[in-house]
Protein backbone atom coordinates (compact mmCIF):
# COMPACT_ATOMS: atom_id res chain seq x y z
CA UNK A 1 0.00 0.00 0.00
CA UNK A 2 1.57 3.22 -0.84
CA UNK A 3 2.67 5.11 1.66
CA UNK A 4 0.47 8.06 2.75
CA UNK A 5 -0.20 10.92 5.24
CA UNK A 6 -3.27 9.41 5.55
CA UNK A 7 -2.41 6.28 6.14
CA UNK A 8 0.24 6.78 8.56
CA UNK A 9 -2.19 8.58 10.76
CA UNK A 10 -4.58 6.07 10.61
CA UNK A 11 -1.61 3.33 11.47
CA UNK A 12 -0.26 5.50 14.28
CA UNK A 13 -3.80 5.61 15.69
CA UNK A 14 -4.53 1.75 15.42
CA UNK A 15 -0.88 1.20 16.87
CA UNK A 16 -1.63 3.38 20.10
CA UNK A 17 -3.68 0.17 20.97
CA UNK A 18 -1.82 -2.61 19.05
CA UNK A 19 -4.77 -5.04 20.79
CA UNK A 20 -7.66 -3.38 21.28
CA UNK A 21 -11.05 -3.01 19.19
CA UNK A 22 -11.34 0.05 17.09
CA UNK A 23 -13.95 1.78 15.83
CA UNK A 24 -14.83 3.66 12.50
CA UNK A 25 -15.57 7.50 14.50
CA UNK A 26 -13.46 6.97 16.68
CA UNK A 27 -10.56 6.01 15.16
CA UNK A 28 -11.57 8.88 12.59
CA UNK A 29 -11.44 11.36 15.57
CA UNK A 30 -7.96 9.84 17.27
CA UNK A 31 -6.23 9.82 13.36
CA UNK A 32 -7.26 13.01 12.30
CA UNK A 33 -8.78 11.75 9.21
CA UNK A 34 -11.58 12.47 7.29
CA UNK A 35 -14.14 9.49 7.48
CA UNK A 36 -14.22 9.80 3.69
CA UNK A 37 -10.78 8.76 3.06
CA UNK A 38 -10.91 6.79 6.14
CA UNK A 39 -13.36 4.14 5.27
CA UNK A 40 -11.66 3.05 1.98
CA UNK A 41 -8.28 3.00 3.97
CA UNK A 42 -9.90 0.44 6.32
CA UNK A 43 -11.24 -1.34 3.49
CA UNK A 44 -8.02 -1.92 2.09
CA UNK A 45 -6.01 -2.50 5.30
CA UNK A 46 -9.06 -5.34 5.78
CA UNK A 47 -7.86 -6.60 2.00
CA UNK A 48 -4.28 -6.61 2.49
CA UNK A 49 -5.22 -8.83 5.79
CA UNK A 50 -3.93 -6.24 8.28
CA UNK A 51 -7.00 -5.72 10.08
CA UNK A 52 -10.33 -8.05 10.90
CA UNK A 53 -13.05 -6.56 11.26
CA UNK A 54 -16.61 -8.00 13.26
CA UNK A 55 -19.83 -6.96 14.47
CA UNK A 56 -21.08 -6.27 18.15
CA UNK A 57 -23.26 -8.65 19.51
CA UNK A 58 -26.89 -8.11 20.99
CA UNK A 59 -25.57 -8.11 24.41
CA UNK A 60 -22.82 -5.88 23.80
CA UNK A 61 -25.64 -3.39 22.37
CA UNK A 62 -27.51 -3.86 25.50
CA UNK A 63 -30.61 -1.40 25.80
CA UNK A 64 -29.43 1.16 23.49
CA UNK A 65 -31.64 1.35 20.69
CA UNK A 66 -29.26 1.73 17.67
CA UNK A 67 -27.64 -0.98 15.45
CA UNK A 68 -24.32 -2.75 16.38
CA UNK A 69 -21.63 -1.23 15.52
CA UNK A 70 -18.46 -2.44 13.29
CA UNK A 71 -15.01 -3.10 15.06
CA UNK A 72 -11.69 -3.18 13.80
CA UNK A 73 -8.80 -5.40 15.39
CA UNK A 74 -5.28 -5.57 13.80
CA UNK A 75 -4.10 -8.80 12.86
CA UNK A 76 -0.75 -10.35 13.56
CA UNK A 77 0.35 -9.72 9.88
CA UNK A 78 -0.88 -5.92 10.97
CA UNK A 79 0.82 -4.87 13.29
CA UNK A 80 4.04 -5.98 11.41
CA UNK A 81 3.03 -4.39 9.05
CA UNK A 82 1.84 -1.22 10.64
CA UNK A 83 4.78 -0.97 12.51
CA UNK A 84 7.33 -1.37 9.92
CA UNK A 85 5.45 1.52 8.50
CA UNK A 86 5.66 3.37 11.00
CA UNK A 87 9.43 2.86 11.40
CA UNK A 88 9.57 3.79 7.83
CA UNK A 89 7.54 6.92 8.67
CA UNK A 90 9.92 8.40 11.22
CA UNK A 91 12.99 8.42 8.83
CA UNK A 92 10.79 10.03 6.55
CA UNK A 93 10.96 13.81 6.50
CA UNK A 94 7.67 13.99 4.89
CA UNK A 95 6.10 12.56 8.28
CA UNK A 96 8.42 14.28 10.73
CA UNK A 97 5.85 16.85 12.07
CA UNK A 98 3.22 13.95 12.01
CA UNK A 99 5.06 11.88 14.11
CA UNK A 100 6.69 14.21 16.36
CA UNK A 101 3.01 15.51 17.15
CA UNK A 102 1.69 12.01 17.64
CA UNK A 103 4.53 11.59 20.19
CA UNK A 104 3.41 14.51 21.72
CA UNK A 105 0.09 13.63 22.14
CA UNK A 106 1.46 9.48 23.74
CA UNK A 107 0.05 8.22 20.25
CA UNK A 108 3.42 6.79 18.82
CA UNK B 1 -21.12 31.55 -14.38
CA UNK B 2 -21.48 33.59 -11.67
CA UNK B 3 -25.55 33.20 -11.09
CA UNK B 4 -24.88 29.43 -11.20
CA UNK B 5 -22.70 29.99 -8.15
CA UNK B 6 -24.77 32.64 -6.66
CA UNK B 7 -27.96 29.94 -6.98
CA UNK B 8 -25.51 27.38 -5.15
CA UNK B 9 -25.06 29.82 -2.36
CA UNK B 10 -28.81 31.19 -2.24
CA UNK B 11 -30.04 30.77 1.09
CA UNK B 12 -33.11 28.49 0.18
CA UNK B 13 -30.12 26.24 -1.12
CA UNK B 14 -28.16 26.51 2.23
CA UNK B 15 -31.61 25.84 4.23
CA UNK B 16 -32.20 22.93 2.46
CA UNK B 17 -29.03 21.62 2.96
CA UNK B 18 -29.51 22.40 6.62
CA UNK B 19 -32.95 20.70 6.98
CA UNK B 20 -31.80 17.67 5.10
CA UNK B 21 -28.55 17.25 7.09
CA UNK B 22 -29.17 18.79 10.23
CA UNK B 23 -32.89 17.64 11.03
CA UNK B 24 -32.98 14.49 8.77
CA UNK B 25 -29.42 12.96 8.83
CA UNK B 26 -30.61 9.75 9.63
CA UNK B 27 -32.45 9.51 7.05
CA UNK B 28 -30.34 11.40 4.33
CA UNK B 29 -27.57 8.67 5.51
CA UNK B 30 -29.79 5.48 4.76
CA UNK B 31 -30.32 7.02 1.43
CA UNK B 32 -26.86 7.89 0.52
CA UNK B 33 -26.22 4.09 1.72
CA UNK B 34 -28.27 2.57 -0.83
CA UNK B 35 -25.47 3.80 -3.39
CA UNK B 36 -22.87 1.05 -1.67
CA UNK B 37 -23.91 -2.19 -3.26
CA UNK B 38 -26.63 -4.31 -0.76
CA UNK B 39 -24.15 -6.78 0.36
CA UNK B 40 -21.67 -3.82 1.04
CA UNK B 41 -21.19 -3.88 5.28
CA UNK B 42 -20.40 0.20 4.81
CA UNK B 43 -24.16 0.59 4.67
CA UNK B 44 -25.13 -0.89 8.02
CA UNK B 45 -21.39 0.17 9.42
CA UNK B 46 -22.36 3.96 8.45
CA UNK B 47 -25.83 3.80 10.10
CA UNK B 48 -24.69 2.64 13.19
CA UNK B 49 -21.38 4.33 13.63
CA UNK B 50 -24.23 7.91 13.27
CA UNK B 51 -25.33 6.79 16.17
CA UNK B 52 -21.89 7.73 17.86
CA UNK B 53 -21.59 11.12 16.41
CA UNK B 54 -22.47 14.18 18.26
CA UNK B 55 -25.37 16.12 16.59
CA UNK B 56 -23.75 18.81 15.99
CA UNK B 57 -20.90 16.90 13.60
CA UNK B 58 -23.94 14.97 12.17
CA UNK B 59 -24.61 17.32 9.25
CA UNK B 60 -21.08 17.34 8.04
CA UNK B 61 -20.06 13.88 8.74
CA UNK B 62 -23.14 12.66 7.08
CA UNK B 63 -22.37 14.92 4.04
CA UNK B 64 -18.64 13.06 3.70
CA UNK B 65 -20.40 10.13 3.48
CA UNK B 66 -22.35 11.25 0.58
CA UNK B 67 -19.09 12.34 -1.01
CA UNK B 68 -17.56 8.92 -0.10
CA UNK B 69 -20.90 7.25 -1.40
CA UNK B 70 -20.43 8.96 -4.70
CA UNK B 71 -17.13 8.12 -5.30
CA UNK B 72 -16.76 4.84 -4.18
CA UNK B 73 -20.40 3.38 -4.10
CA UNK B 74 -21.36 4.66 -7.26
CA UNK B 75 -18.30 3.92 -8.50
CA UNK B 76 -18.17 0.41 -7.82
CA UNK B 77 -21.62 -0.39 -8.79
CA UNK B 78 -20.29 1.21 -12.12
CA UNK B 79 -17.45 -0.54 -12.57
CA UNK B 80 -19.59 -3.83 -11.39
CA UNK B 81 -21.88 -3.14 -14.15
CA UNK B 82 -19.40 -2.34 -17.24
CA UNK B 83 -17.43 -5.58 -15.95
CA UNK B 84 -20.69 -7.46 -16.49
CA UNK B 85 -21.29 -6.29 -19.70
CA UNK B 86 -18.07 -7.17 -20.52
CA UNK B 87 -18.62 -10.71 -19.72
CA UNK B 88 -21.88 -10.44 -21.45
CA UNK B 89 -20.47 -9.21 -24.94
CA UNK B 90 -17.40 -11.42 -24.32
CA UNK B 91 -19.84 -14.56 -23.52
CA UNK B 92 -21.35 -14.20 -26.87
CA UNK B 93 -18.02 -14.22 -28.93
CA UNK B 94 -16.74 -17.42 -29.48
CA UNK B 95 -13.83 -18.22 -27.89
CA UNK B 96 -11.03 -20.18 -29.76
CA UNK B 97 -8.76 -22.65 -27.46
CA UNK B 98 -4.98 -23.08 -28.72
CA UNK B 99 -2.97 -26.02 -28.17
CA UNK B 100 0.60 -26.98 -29.95
CA UNK B 101 0.62 -29.51 -32.06
CA UNK B 102 3.33 -32.03 -32.53
CA UNK B 103 2.81 -35.05 -34.87
CA UNK B 104 0.36 -34.73 -37.67
CA UNK B 105 -1.50 -38.55 -38.62
CA UNK B 106 -4.89 -40.36 -38.50
CA UNK B 107 -7.15 -41.88 -36.44
CA UNK B 108 -6.55 -40.02 -33.20
CA UNK B 109 -9.37 -39.07 -30.69
CA UNK B 110 -9.66 -36.23 -29.25
CA UNK B 111 -11.35 -35.71 -25.44
CA UNK B 112 -12.75 -32.63 -24.75
CA UNK B 113 -13.80 -32.44 -20.76
CA UNK B 114 -15.47 -29.45 -19.46
CA UNK B 115 -12.90 -29.94 -16.28
CA UNK B 116 -10.62 -32.63 -15.24
CA UNK B 117 -12.94 -35.40 -13.34
CA UNK B 118 -11.71 -36.55 -10.07
CA UNK B 119 -12.13 -39.97 -11.11
CA UNK B 120 -10.16 -40.03 -14.43
CA UNK B 121 -7.44 -42.36 -13.76
CA UNK B 122 -4.34 -42.67 -16.24
CA UNK B 123 -5.29 -46.06 -17.56
CA UNK B 124 -8.26 -44.30 -18.65
CA UNK B 125 -6.18 -42.76 -21.11
CA UNK B 126 -5.45 -44.44 -24.15
CA UNK B 127 -1.94 -44.16 -25.73
CA UNK B 128 -3.26 -42.64 -28.62
CA UNK B 129 -6.11 -40.02 -26.88
CA UNK B 130 -5.78 -36.34 -26.82
CA UNK B 131 -6.83 -35.41 -24.01
CA UNK B 132 -7.94 -31.00 -24.05
CA UNK B 133 -9.31 -30.06 -20.92
CA UNK B 134 -10.70 -27.07 -19.73
CA UNK B 135 -12.66 -24.44 -17.42
CA UNK B 136 -15.22 -22.29 -18.73
CA UNK B 137 -13.30 -19.10 -17.52
CA UNK B 138 -14.78 -16.35 -19.55
CA UNK B 139 -18.64 -16.32 -17.77
CA UNK B 140 -19.72 -17.42 -14.17
CA UNK B 141 -21.82 -20.25 -14.00
CA UNK B 142 -21.29 -23.89 -15.14
CA UNK B 143 -24.53 -24.55 -16.86
CA UNK B 144 -24.06 -21.87 -19.34
CA UNK B 145 -24.67 -23.83 -22.60
CA UNK B 146 -21.80 -23.88 -25.11
CA UNK B 147 -21.71 -24.50 -28.70
CA UNK B 148 -18.46 -26.42 -30.01
CA UNK B 149 -18.34 -26.04 -33.87
CA UNK B 150 -16.72 -28.33 -35.82
CA UNK B 151 -15.33 -27.11 -38.73
CA UNK B 152 -15.47 -29.62 -41.85
CA UNK B 153 -15.07 -29.94 -45.40
CA UNK B 154 -19.15 -30.35 -45.19
CA UNK B 155 -19.45 -27.22 -43.24
CA UNK B 156 -19.79 -26.48 -39.68
CA UNK B 157 -21.29 -29.05 -36.88
CA UNK B 158 -22.56 -28.27 -34.05
CA UNK B 159 -22.77 -29.48 -30.37
CA UNK B 160 -24.47 -28.40 -27.33
CA UNK B 161 -24.28 -28.39 -23.94
CA UNK B 162 -22.54 -31.93 -24.01
CA UNK B 163 -20.20 -32.39 -21.06
CA UNK B 164 -18.18 -34.81 -23.25
CA UNK B 165 -17.32 -35.00 -26.47
CA UNK B 166 -14.72 -37.66 -28.74
CA UNK B 167 -14.02 -36.19 -31.72
CA UNK B 168 -12.77 -38.80 -34.75
CA UNK B 169 -9.54 -36.53 -35.66
CA UNK B 170 -8.27 -37.52 -39.61
CA UNK B 171 -4.81 -36.09 -38.08
CA UNK B 172 -3.10 -37.65 -35.48
CA UNK B 173 -2.45 -34.74 -33.13
CA UNK B 174 -0.44 -35.19 -29.87
CA UNK B 175 -1.56 -31.78 -26.97
CA UNK B 176 1.43 -31.18 -24.74
CA UNK B 177 0.16 -27.82 -23.55
CA UNK B 178 -3.07 -25.61 -24.40
CA UNK B 179 -3.40 -21.79 -24.23
CA UNK B 180 -6.52 -19.48 -24.07
CA UNK B 181 -6.82 -17.02 -26.53
CA UNK B 182 -9.14 -14.99 -27.60
CA UNK B 183 -9.01 -13.59 -30.87
CA UNK B 184 -12.58 -13.36 -33.34
CA UNK B 185 -12.92 -17.02 -34.61
CA UNK B 186 -14.01 -16.84 -38.18
CA UNK B 187 -15.93 -20.06 -38.32
CA UNK B 188 -19.65 -19.68 -39.17
CA UNK B 189 -21.43 -18.95 -35.65
CA UNK B 190 -24.23 -17.13 -34.95
CA UNK B 191 -23.15 -13.90 -33.37
CA UNK B 192 -26.01 -14.65 -30.45
CA UNK B 193 -24.56 -17.80 -29.52
CA UNK B 194 -21.75 -18.28 -27.00
CA UNK B 195 -19.70 -20.70 -28.80
CA UNK B 196 -16.28 -22.33 -29.10
CA UNK B 197 -14.26 -22.57 -32.16
CA UNK B 198 -11.36 -25.31 -30.72
CA UNK B 199 -8.16 -25.28 -32.99
CA UNK B 200 -4.65 -26.06 -32.86
CA UNK B 201 -1.61 -24.23 -33.36
CA UNK B 202 0.93 -26.09 -33.73
CA UNK B 203 4.30 -25.30 -31.49
CA UNK B 204 7.10 -24.31 -33.47
CA UNK B 205 9.73 -26.56 -32.07
CA UNK B 206 7.56 -29.78 -32.44
CA UNK B 207 5.09 -29.47 -35.10
CA UNK B 208 5.62 -30.58 -38.75
CA UNK B 209 2.93 -28.69 -39.75
CA UNK B 210 4.21 -25.06 -40.08
CA UNK B 211 2.69 -22.35 -37.57
CA UNK B 212 -1.00 -21.87 -39.09
CA UNK B 213 -3.84 -23.20 -36.80
CA UNK B 214 -5.66 -26.30 -37.57
CA UNK B 215 -9.14 -26.97 -37.21
CA UNK B 216 -9.29 -29.20 -34.56
CA UNK B 217 -11.59 -31.95 -36.90
CA UNK B 218 -10.22 -31.69 -40.30
CA UNK B 219 -6.71 -31.17 -38.80
CA UNK B 220 -5.76 -28.53 -41.52
CA UNK B 221 -6.13 -24.88 -41.91
CA UNK B 222 -9.98 -24.57 -42.73
CA UNK B 223 -10.11 -21.19 -41.55
Same mark, same amino acid.
Given at each position: MRRTYALVQVALALMADASGRHWGYELSKHSGVRSGVMYPLLQRMLDEGWLHDGWETQVQVGRAKRPPRRYYELTDQGRIALGALIAEARQDARFSTLIEGQLARGLA | ????????????????????????????? $? #??????????? &?????????????????? *????????????????? &???????? @???? $? @???????????????? $???????????????? $???? =????? #?? /??? =???????????? *????????? =?????? /??? *?? =????? #???????? /??PECPQQIAEDEPSICLSFTPAAKHSTLGSSELCAVCGSNCQ
Amino acid at each position: MRRTYALVQVALALMADASGRHWGYELSKHSGVRSGVMYPLLQRMLDEGWLHDGWETQVQVGRAKRPPRRYYELTDQGRIALGALIAEARQDARFSTLIEGQLARGLA | MISLVYHVLAWPTFFLALLVFGFAPGAAL $R #LIVLAYKREDP &RRHELISELYHVPRIERP *FWVAEQLETALSEGLGG &RLATWSAK @RLAA $R @RAKRPIRFLAPVAQPG $RGRVLTLLWSPPVELR $RADV =QPNDV #LV /AFQ =QAVSTGDAKPVN *FVRCSNHGP =QRAVNW /ALL *FL =QLRDQ #LTVGAWQY /ADPECPQQIAEDEPSICLSFTPAAKHSTLGSSELCAVCGSNCQ
